[in-house]
């Protein structure tokens, strides 16, 4: 299976900051990465998608980066609504595997 | 609008059984192929199981390999999810979860995501 590592686990930022989330996978899987965010209580929703292609919808404070086997996600300047839980996934082959995540807090 | 809305989640003693549900609209369902994907309390994500368009092709995680079995009714517009032998370890939230592309044959991000149904095993 292709594992998923993603840092950190938790990040402190405040309104304004420029964040960056970064996601490891131990093998090559291209560019078949997503990410994806999820607030408490709610579905993920679909963020970025073949590593760098923003979903339609999504604000362009929001960008990924990478390929092979690292990848990045940025927020350009971090907004009250983007204080949740990031996954990045990998849909390379089969089993689909996720990151563990990344809790971003209000500093 | 897409919409994906899960049902059959409750509680359930050890050993149980369950079906999950996932009832579509807004899009050609037929068309698309479909995941489940679960969350245990505070954790993060797993995905389950796989299904082609036709139905004629799933795929298992090794978790739930032999336990579970996933099905779709085209006609119904409706996925289901067969869990039998429940363990605790198989308490989350389950979503019902759409490919991004249809065709692709499950090597595609995931675009449209249920509420989730939670199912709580426990004696």
């Known amino acids: 299976d292709i594992q998923m590592t993603q840092s950190p686990s938790t990040l402190s930022a405040s309104v304004g900051d420029r964040v960056t989330i970064t996601c490891r996978a131990s093998?090559?899987?291209?560019?078949?990465l997503a990410w994806y965010q999820q607030k408490p209580g709610k579905a993920p929703k679909l963020l970025i998608y073949?590593?760098?292609t923003l979903e339609s919808g999504v604000p362009s404070r929001f960008s990924g980066s990478g390929s092979g086997t690292e990848f990045t996600l940025t927020i350009s300047s971090q907004q009250p609504d983007d204080f949740a839980t990031y996954f990045c996934q990998q849909y390379k082959r089969f089993p689909i595997t996720f990151g563990r995540g990344t809790r971003l807090e209000i500093k | 609008e897409v919409q994906l809305v899960e049902s059959g989640g409750g509680l359930v003693q050890p050993g149980g059984f369950l079906r999950l549900s996932c009832e579509a609209s807004g899009f050609t369902f037929s068309s698309y192929e479909l995941n489940w994907v679960r969350q245990a309390p505070g954790k993060g994500l797993e995905w389950l199981s796989y299904?082609?368009?036709?139905?004629?092709?799933?795929y298992y995680a090794d978790s739930v390999e032999g336990r579970f079995t996933m099905s779709r009714d085209n006609a119904k517009n409706s996925l289901y999810l067969q869990m039998n032998s429940l363990r605790a370890e198989d308490t989350a939230v389950y979503y019902c979860v759409r490919d991004g592309t249809p065709g692709t044959f499950g090597m595609v991000h995931f675009d449209n995501w249920g509420q989730g149904t939670l199912v709580t095993v426990s004696s």
């Open positions: 299904i082609s368009d036709s139905g004629n092709t799933v």
């Open positions: 073949k590593a760098s």
């Open positions: 093998q090559t899987i291209d560019s078949w």
